[in-house]
C-alpha cells in the first residue's frame, strides 16, 4: 500500500523552526516528485514547495522563498521541509504530495497522485 506519513509539525513561536518529514512506503522515492502543500482554516490548499525527481531542483511559493528549504534522502525514502523565521500565517495543516509525472505545473494539487494525512503547523506566541 502506497503512503505518505508527514510528521514534525507542532507549536513554535513566530520566528522559529521547525522541520517537518515526509516518509514514504509501498514506492520508491527517487522516481516520484514530491510536493509540500499546506492549508489554513478557512482557506482553500495552497502550493509550499516542490522537489523533482530527476535533478533534486526545487521551487518555492514567494511567500516561503528564503525561509523554507525543501530537500530529499531516497535512501531513508523521506522529504524534509526546514521551515526557518516562522510567521503566524504559516499556520497551517502540510500536507505532503507524490507525483509520477508533472504535465503542467506542480502547484497544481491535480497533478499529484498520493497524498498524506497531514501534519498541524502552528506558529503563536
Known amino acids: 500500500q502506497r503512503q505518505l506519513v508527514e510528521s514534525g509539525g507542532g507549536l513554535v513561536q513566530p520566528g522559529g523552526s521547525l522541520r517537518l518529514s515526509c516518509a514514504v512506503s509501498?514506492?520508491?522515492?527517487?522516481?516520484?516528485?514530491i510536493g509540500w502543500f499546506r492549508q489554513a482554516p478557512g482557506k482553500e490548499r495552497e502550493a509550499v514547495s516542490f522537489i523533482q525527481s530527476t535533478d533534486s531542483s526545487t521551487d518555492y511559493a514567494d511567500s516561503v522563498k528564503g525561509r523554507f528549504r525543501i530537500s530529499r534522502d531516497n535512501a531513508k525514502n523521506t522529504v524534509y521541509l526546514q521551515m526557518n523565521s516562522l510567521k503566524p500565517e504559516d499556520t497551517a495543516v502540510y500536507y505532503c504530495?507524490?507525483?509520477?509525472?508533472?504535465?503542467?505545473?506542480?502547484?497544481?494539487?491535480?497533478?499529484?497522485?498520493?497524498w498524506g494525512q497531514g501534519t498541524q503547523v502552528t506558529v503563536s506566541s
Open positions: 509501498g514506492f520508491t522515492l527517487d522516481v516520484y516528485n
Open positions: 504530495a507524490a507525483a509520477l509525472t508533472i504535465q503542467s505545473r506542480w502547484i497544481f494539487e491535480y497533478e499529484y497522485d498520493y
